[in-house]
């Protein structure tokens, strides 16, 4: 049986089990969705956290002292990969947003 059966006599669409759903497209939503996120944010994690690591070696070696300060290290390294983190899904949706087809969005000011 279907969700949605056509009534013979008035032409309208008849619910018969469960809520009306109608889904136009491909949506990104489920399981499956949140685990490619995981994996995505995970694998960012990683280069995120050797880009850090490495960068900021070599920047404390010739920086000012405050970068050989281990607090100060410490704490670099744990909030600008996550930083980063945040700027790339956020270019990520960006880019998806600008090639996603779909209506035609208002110009932002």
């Known amino acids: 049986m279907t969700?949605?059966?056509?009534?013979a006599s008035s032409g309208r669409?008849?619910?018969?089990?469960?809520?009306?759903v109608?889904?136009?497209g491909r949506r990104a939503d489920?399981?499956?969705?949140?685990?490619v996120t995981c994996l995505v944010t995970c694998l960012l994690m990683i280069v995120n956290g050797g880009l850090v690591a490495a960068s900021y070696g070599w920047l404390s070696s010739f920086g000012p002292s405050l970068l050989r300060h281990?607090?100060?290290a410490q704490a670099c390294l744990?909030?600008?990969?996550v930083l980063l983190l945040f700027v790339q899904w956020w270019v990520i949706d960006r880019l998806l947003d600008l090639f996603r087809p779909g209506p035609s969005r208002p110009?932002?000011?």
């Open 3 to 7: 969700e949605l059966d056509q009534s």
């Open 13 to 20: 669409a008849v619910r018969t089990r469960g809520p009306a």
């Open 22 to 24: 109608r889904r136009s």
């Open 30 to 35: 489920g399981c499956g969705f949140i685990v």
């Open 70 to 72: 281990p607090r100060f």
């Open 78 to 81: 744990f909030v600008l990969p």
């Open 107 to 109: 110009a932002r000011p």
